[in-house]
């Protein structure tokens, strides 16, 4: 092929969009056929997502995108670690939500009496974050019922193939997969007392899962495959993300900013372990050596608790407003569930001693500079952690718009930040899709060269 239409349905915790990627061995042209709201729906037993009601966007979408012209295929892509319970192909209940408070603190615990910190990291390589699949699976009283678990992405792909598969970038953030072999670890779901039949054969990027299946393709317009991206949006991002030397750290910046490195081999040391680096897979075997830092999570509910939607216009202002403003720690647990941030930004600072930001903008400053500490500190410790020195700082995804932040990261890490392409997981999905068909790659370097030749990235120099 010379060149495709590739659709991205990308499912993100506060929005989700079906993109169109037009992808040739010299152009890359994205544009959005539909947007759709997202977010935790809270029911008696705790936070859920509403997955039917995300395919059913999904697909009216693509409908709208094969108006347009016809599709080559489509790849899906969300964020990572939440699973739905089937039973015969049937969703038994909507997904779980990983902000869910109460989950969070039953299944770390369960599995801490099963397998300690130290070997649980020296064999699936993560960071210990309280929702990650193999905690929310210990606190899940409702496996008995079901015979498959699969992720958000995959759900989305068996409800418009039929067909059930793991896709392995996002089976990475399981902690269920060996960080070495990257097959799935049956001897820890044995132990963990997990039954090893609920989980689906993995799959790589590239994959073609199989095609819509007609009561999809009959409102879609066309038959089209669907084809398995770094379906973890995270994996799609860095694909994304121009990356050109060894000296290049990254920062996918959206509700979470993931700060690392990629690598080839997995750091799997104690010092790794304890500043909470993971080892997530990444398309073509790579390592995304990386931690979660609180990212635009801590904007998004604060404005929602105010009733505010000018989003820019508190930046603007917070961004003139120079009075000192305290750094808060905003790795600390108490900033991961839905809820008033002012006000636990309050609590925080009278339990450190520090004074409180006063005001809205004050507050919106505190949380833009204190993000941009925590990602320094990350990407500071990634690169000693992997022995790397680092040149140039590339932050992609939605917060590469936020000129404010990127300014503050150069800042405070006192790197060049290289902001864009704001779609790079779209980007990074269509991609995978394009390079299946034949149109582009082999190589990473070959997708992320096309992404350089085809995106203007805008340049935060560091203030002394
Ligand atoms: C980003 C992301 C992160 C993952 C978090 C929870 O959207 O996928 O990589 O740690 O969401 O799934």
């Known amino acids: 092929h010379r060149s495709g239409r590739f659709a991205a349905v990308d499912l993100g915790a506060s929005s989700g969009r079906v993109m169109v990627g037009e992808v040739g061995p010299d152009t890359l042209r994205l544009e959005a056929a539909a947007r759709f709201p997202n977010g935790p729906v809270p029911a008696d037993d705790g936070l859920h997502w509403d997955v039917d009601a995300l395919v059913e966007h999904a697909v009216a979408g693509l409908a709208t995108a094969y108006a347009a012209g016809p599709l080559t295929s489509v790849g899906i892509d969300s964020w990572a670690v939440d699973y739905g319970r089937l039973r015969a192909g049937r969703l038994l209940a909507q997904p779980f939500c990983y902000r869910d408070e109460r989950r969070n603190q039953v299944g770390p615990a369960r599995v801490a009496e099963l397998i300690g910190d130290e070997e649980l990291y020296r064999r699936n390589g993560l960071q210990h974050l309280s929702f990650n699949t193999l905690y ?50 049956t001897e820890l779901m044995v132990r963990l007392g997990l039954d090893v039949t609920l989980f689906a054969d993995l799959v790589d990027p590239g994959h073609e899962i199989g095609h819509l299946i007609p009561t999809v393709s009959d409102r879609v317009g066309g038959r089209i495959p669907v084809v398995a991206v770094g379906s973890h949006d995270t994996a799609s991002a860095i694909v994304g993300t121009p990356l050109s030397s060894d000296d290049a750290a990254y920062v996918s910046l959206g509700t979470w900013a ?19 680096f993971t080892n997530e897979g990444g398309v073509d075997g790579t ?3 990386l931690t979660n830092v609180m990212g635009t999570w801590l904007l998004s509910e604060t404005l929602r608790t105010w009733g505010e939607t000018d989003l820019a216009g508190m930046l603007r202002a917070a961004e003139a407003y120079d009075v000192p403003v305290p750094v808060v720690d905003v790795q600390d647990e108490m900033f991961l569930p839905p809820g008033d941030m002012q006000a636990r930004i309050g609590q925080w600072c009278h339990e450190h001693g520090v004074a409180p930001p006063r005001g809205r903008v004050a ?22 952690l992997a022995g790397r020195s680092i040149g140039v700082v590339h932050v992609v995804g939605g917060g590469a718009q936020n000129s404010f932040l990127c300014q503050a990261i150069a800042d405070r890490s006192g790197l060049p930040v290289l902001a864009g392409p704001v779609e790079a997981t779209a980007i990074g999905n269509v991609l995978v899709q394009a390079r299946a068909a034949g149109v582009v790659g082999p190589t990473l370097a070959d997708l992320r060269a096309l992404v350089a030749r085809t995106h203007d990235l805008a340049r935060f120099a560091p203030h002394a």
């Open 363 to 384: 507050a919106i400053r505190c949380i833009v500079l204190s993000i941009a500490a925590a990602v320094a500190t990350a990407i500071e410790r990634a690169a000693s």
């Open 258 to 276: 993931l700060a690392g490195l990629e690598l080839d081999q997995p750091v799997l040391t104690e010092d790794a372990r304890r500043t909470n």
């Open 287 to 289: 390592v995304r050596f």
């Open 136 to 185: 929310q699976l210990a606190a899940d009283d409702g496996l008995d019922e079901a015979d498959q678990v699969l992720l958000v992405p995959d759900l989305v792909a068996a409800a418009l193939s039929a067909n059930a598969v793991t896709e392995r970038t996002n089976a990475s953030t399981t902690g269920l997969l060996d960080v070495t072999t990257r097959d799935w670890d």
